[in-house]
T-cell receptor
Framework: AQSVSQHNHHVILSEAASLELGCNYSYGGTVNLFWYVQYPGQHLQLLLKYLSGDPLVKGIKGFEAEFIKSKFSFNLRKPSVQWSDTAEYFCAVNAGNNRKLIWGLGTSLAVNP | DAGVTQSPTHLIKTRGQQVTLRCSPK?????VSWYQQALGQGPQFIFQYYEEEERQRGNFPDRFSGHQFPNYSSELNVNALLLGDSALYLC??????????FGSGTRLTVV
């Protein structure tokens, strides 16, 4: 069965620190990969997505992610976090033309000012 | 503005009752998916509709049912509510499989 693993459940950083959140998936075929963010009290918002092409994807608010097919990974990065990045981050995958998203459990990020 | 509209935003129901949640997709989207998100958890896929038919279903009992209308809007129905059904119910719309827009959700509390 397809699954998504997010390695860090809770992350606490100080402002200006660098961020990397891990995401691994289990599926051998073509995948579409997504990172969503959920700010406190708000709806899920798309940060970035990989569909094809350049494996380094840039998203909103200075986030980027790199798809490494050989490692089945799609890690999220940001060089310098801000207090406003405090939120829950979810990695999600769908396989090929399958419209069903499989989600990781999420990573709670707290950024201290 | 999320582009996807869900109603109501909050509701409280009693065990054993039935509830209907509604979703209007983003303009141009033809697929609606429903998810249940418990507190502190990731969304769990309930089912997905396009072309007015249920196309995929997650691991949810038959008490959970849905419908998609010709204008692509959708309803989620839950019968015989249990305390464990208390959660945030999210609707996501997409065109195909490459981009999902989420609504703000309906917070259901079963007492």
């Amino acid at each position: 069965a397809q699954s998504v693993s997010q390695h860090n459940h809770h992350v606490i950083l100080s402002e200006a620190a660098s961020l990397e959140l891990g995401c691994n998936y289990s599926y051998g075929g073509t995948v579409n990969l997504f990172w969503y963010v959920q700010y406190p009290g708000q709806h899920l918002q798309l940060l970035l997505k990989y569909l094809s092409g350049d494996p380094l994807v840039k998203g909103i608010k200075g986030f980027e992610a790199e798809f490494i097919k050989s490692k089945f990974s799609f890690n999220l990065r940001k060089p310098s976090v801000q207090w406003s990045d405090t939120a829950e981050y979810f990695c999600a995958v769908n396989a090929g033309n399958n419209r069903k998203l499989i989600w990781g459990l999420g990573t709670s990020l707290a950024v201290n000012p | 503005d999320a582009g996807v509209t869900q109603s109501p935003t909050h509701l409280i129901k009693t065990r054993g009752q039935q509830v209907t949640l509604r979703c209007s997709p983003k303009s141009g989207h033809d697929t609606v998916s429903w998810y249940q998100q418990a507190l502190g958890q990731g969304p769990q896929f309930i089912f997905q509709y396009y072309e007015e038919e249920e196309r995929q279903r997650g691991n949810f009992p038959d008490r959970f049912s849905g419908h998609q209308f010709p204008n692509y809007s959708s309803e989620l129905n839950v019968n015989a509510l249990l305390l464990g059904d208390s959660a945030l119910y999210l609707c996501a719309s997409s065109l195909g499989a490459t981009g999902y827009t989420f609504g703000s959700g309906t917070r259901l509390t079963v007492v």
